[in-house]
């Protein structure tokens, strides 16, 4: 799942993804609110319910109630976890990045426009995220 | 993964030889081929050849799109931005148009005020100078007029003389004296 509040981003993404196979399908939503009544809903009343099993959020999601730290505290504190999550944002603030590692997150990737390298690069550590072994992982 | 059946299998070779339409998409990833089928793997791999090369021509269609988009969202602020600037400077304009047309105001009260002045000195001056003439040529002709009556002289045409020469004076003294009056009162009002 990608949360993100630009367009165009959605279809490098999921282009990008596609391409590396990264991906088998992406659900690409435009607010955290969105996402918010999605995990709302599985959780609690249908904790079982088949999850994303990873959600990249970005950090400034402009017309939503909520930044991407937030969604990713909601999402590990509020929605039970259960998937790999960190931020993609093209900030690379130090204190931003602190406050996302302390909500949960556990990558930040940083967007730009050659975005593939840093996305291969998280496939290749994807498994320890899902075994929750690897640390927080800046991509640059 | 999907295994195809051999139905399937052969309608997709078919309309890729015939038609040149291949399966595409995240559709094409779960598809799998018969064991040892060798035509249908090369099939496959073919689309995701093809899906990939579709997919690396848009993505880069889309960055460039989302480059301009960038550049235009930068010029849009930028404007935005300078057009902010530009309406402070025209407010900063019409503040200092403002303050300019109260200072000439300001400058042109000043001037009048002191031309009204000068013209009200003036005119104290000359009524006090006429003031002087009057009183003088009155005690000319009082000592005069008294000389004549201490000298035994006739004093019938001086005697007249001072007499309407007096009266004349001491008329022309009050408007003079009221004049005066005005001409102070004036200058201190201003």
């Not at chain 2, 045409?157 to 004349?168: A, L, R």
Request: glycine share 6%; aromatic share 8%.
């Amino acid at each position: 799942m990608l949360i993100d509040d630009e367009d165009l981003f959605h279809l490098v993404f999921e282009d990008a993804c596609s391409i590396l196979d990264i991906t088998l399908s992406l659900e690409a939503l435009n607010s955290s609110d969105e996402a918010d009544k999605l995990f709302k809903s599985w959780f609690p009343d249908d904790p079982n319910h088949e999850r994303p099993e990873c959600v990249f959020v970005d950090l400034n999601i402009i017309g939503s109630s909520f930044n991407g730290i937030e969604m990713v505290d909601k999402i590990n504190h509020e929605y039970g976890n259960g998937c790999v999550i960190g931020i993609i944002s093209s900030s690379d603030d130090h204190q931003e990045i602190e406050k996302a590692k302390k909500a949960g997150a556990q990558f930040w990737i940083i967007k730009s426009d050659d975005i593939e390298p840093r996305l291969e690069e998280f496939k290749n550590d994807y498994d320890g995220y899902v075994n929750k072994t690897n640390p927080f992982k800046i991509y640059k | 993964m999907v295994e195809v059946t051999e139905h399937t299998r052969n309608v997709l070779l078919e309309v890729a030889k015939k038609r040149k339409i291949y399966v595409e998409g995240s559709f094409l990833k779960i598809l799998k081929a018969p064991k040892g089928d060798k035509e249908f793997e090369d099939y496959l791999a073919l689309c995701k050849e093809k899906d990939i090369a579709v997919r690396k021509k848009r993505l880069e269609v889309t960055k460039q799109f989302q480059s301009q988009n960038k550049d235009l969202v930068a010029k849009q602020e930028e404007n935005d931005s300078l057009m902010k600037d530009l309406q402070i400077a025209l407010e900063e304009a019409k503040l200092s148009e403002q303050e300019a047309e109260k200072l000439r105001d300001d400058a042109v009260e000043d001037l009048e005020l002191m031309q009204k002045k000068t013209q009200f000195e003036l005119i104290s001056t000359i009524v006090k100078v006429a003031l002087y003439v009057i009183i003088g040529v009155g005690i000319l002709t009082t000592v005069m007029y008294g000389l004549a009556l201490f000298s035994g002289a006739d004093t019938q045409i001086i005697g007249s003389t001072w007499s309407n020469m007096f009266g004349i004076l001491l008329t022309n003294a009050f408007s003079i004296v009221g004049t005066i009056m005005g001409v102070k009162y004036a200058t201190e009002k201003d």
